[in-house]
């Protein structure tokens, strides 16, 4: 057996089930190897495709995917992707071929220090240094990857340590599950939230499953205290049935204006509330001054047991004791197409169990508080801000749920970075609706100019942020790369166009005007 065999041997054996490869020269042993397991081999035009897949796929069936990548460079380019991965606490495995060890010293062409370009972005790096230890290698990886509360592992593996003789597969090994929660720091909790000062939950990551929710619901109603999710959550499920939680906003000074006046600030798998980035004059960190923050659980303890045992220690009556009340449902726009208009019209038409993968960025804005009363879904949303991210996690999603409708909110900037994505949606036959929110612009940066007190911009910092010299036309990129698109101008074109993208199973894109 070879050691490309025993690694994929090993990874099926331990439930990972798809590999997104992007391969070169020095891989060829693991793709001959594919063959001879159950593991689905997809293909994607573009490193950053892979990355990006495997964490949209970890995020929805919480299992580790494979990804395969060339070297150095090839890594590099999954990198950006692989940021957000570790930010949603995804578990992705990462084998990455090299050069035989016998011809590094070579220093060819595509020789780089592998291990320093994937420490950054990954919890667990080793490079296998024989063909003997590659399986045990591999079961390692993947267990690091789905230990509490999951992230990227990068395994490295050298040409000749795939195609050389190995023992065999090896033991899976159990991931460490999430630490329990203390019984002393439940009651702490509990006592300070039956003092009845202005408190509130910071809701991240497994709080925001349905069990996450419902429990965090018994103590707002029992306290009193607010709710909301951090900006920008892994996995968000919503729907009728689940208790309101707000949103913390994007910009730091709406931040503050939303935490005004709290006392207590407990986080449930979330961190402290920090700006996107400094601004001059405003804080980093957002809690307010004289604010008490508290930690029920941290994103490596069960949040979800945590919750549930402090709803249990202030006894706050169990779910479904009391109706949860429906959010109004809104008018269906008529007439020009706005970015407010844009998320209402997805939000009323979005089906039961859709995901939907939300990259918009400045247009979306007003879909959130649009969908509280859509039927039940998933929101995916941009955990660590590196744009690109949309297209491929919608991809990575689909195959993780062949059954539900993926749907890609997705802004034009970002959509350029992995525009390739919808070559493999097609390719795969995955049931992908892409909505394109055109505004031929990297909006978000002219806001943030705006921001900075700049009132002119020149003609060359107006250039750096404007895509309409020329205008990208998505219908021709998406039927060059086999998807069926057409454009929307309007709130009844993109109503009719929505519609018929999800009567029709696969891929399809939907160029918004705006």
């Keep these: 057996m070879t050691g490309a065999e025993a690694v994929l041997q090993t990874a099926s054996a331990a439930g990972v089930e798809v590999c997104f490869a992007n391969p070169g020269t020095t891989e060829m042993a693991l793709v001959n190897a594919l063959d001879a397991v159950p593991i689905r081999a997809v293909l994607g035009l573009f490193e950053g495709v892979c990355s990006g897949a495997a964490d949209g796929y970890a995020r929805m069936s919480g299992r580790p995917a494979l990804t395969l990548l060339h070297l150095g460079p090839g890594l590099a380019n999954a990198i950006a992707n692989l940021h957000n991965a570790r930010r949603a606490y995804s578990p992705v495995v990462n084998l990455v071929g090299d050069h035989a060890t016998w011809h590094r010293d070579a220093d060819a062409p595509l020789s780089s220090d592998i291990a320093s370009l994937a420490r950054p972005v990954s919890r667990w790096v080793r490079e296998t240094k024989a063909p003997a230890q590659v399986a045990l290698d591999a079961a390692e990886a ?162 979800e047991a945590a919750l549930e045992a402090l709803a249990d220690a202030i006894d706050a009556p169990p779910a479904g004791s009391a109706p949860t009340p429906s959010p109004p449902r809104p008018q269906m726009p008529e007439g020009p197409l706005t970015p407010d208009a844009v998320g209402t019209v997805l939000a009323l038409l979005q089906p039961e169990g859709a995901i939907v993968v939300d990259e918009s960025n400045t247009t979306g804005i007003g879909y959130f508080e649009a969908s509280a009363a859509a039927p039940r879904h998933s929101l995916l949303t941009l955990t660590g801000g590196s744009i690109g991210m949309g297209p491929p996690c919608a991809t990575g999603a689909a195959i993780a749920c062949p059954d539900r409708t993926v749907i890609n909110f997705q802004g034009d900037g970002g959509a350029l970075y992995t525009l390739q994505s919808l070559w493999t949606q097609m390719r795969e036959q995955l049931h992908v609706i892409t909505l394109i929110c055109a505004n031929r612009a990297y909006r978000i940066l002219q806001l943030e100019s705006a921001r900075a007190g700049v009132a002119a911009p020149g003609p060359q910092a107006l250039s750096l942020t404007d895509l309409s010299r020329p205008a990208p036309d998505w219908v021709q990129l998406a039927a060059g790369m086999g998807v069926p698109a057409e454009r929307a101008d309007s709130v009844e074109s993109l109503r009719d166009a929505l519609g018929r993208a999800l009567s029709v199973h696969g891929p399809h894109l939907i160029e918004v005007v705006l």
């Design 142 to 303: 993947i267990a690091a990857a789905q230990e509490a509360p999951g992230g990227v592992a990068t395994l490295i593996i050298p040409a000749d340590c795939q195609s050389g003789e190995a023992p065999g597969p090896a033991q899976s090994i159990p991931p460490v599950p999430a630490r329990p929660v203390g019984a002393d720091r439940i009651e702490h909790l509990a006592k300070q939230l039956r003092r009845g000062k202005n408190a509130a939950l910071h809701l991240g990551g497994r709080a925001l499953s349905v069990r996450g929710q419902r429990a965090a619901g018994r103590v707002a109603r029992a306290t009193g205290c607010r709710m909301f999710s951090e900006r920008f959550p892994a996995r968000f499920e919503r729907g009728p049935g689940l208790p309101k939680v707000d949103r913390l906003p994007y910009f730091p000074d709406w931040v503050a204006s939303f935490l005004e006046g709290l006392q207590m600030l407990v986080l449930a798998a979330a961190v402290e509330p920090v700006a996107f980035f400094g601004y001059p004059g405003m804080p980093s960190r957002l809690t307010p001054e004289g604010c008490e923050l508290l930690t029920l659980a941290t994103a490596d303890e069960d949040v």
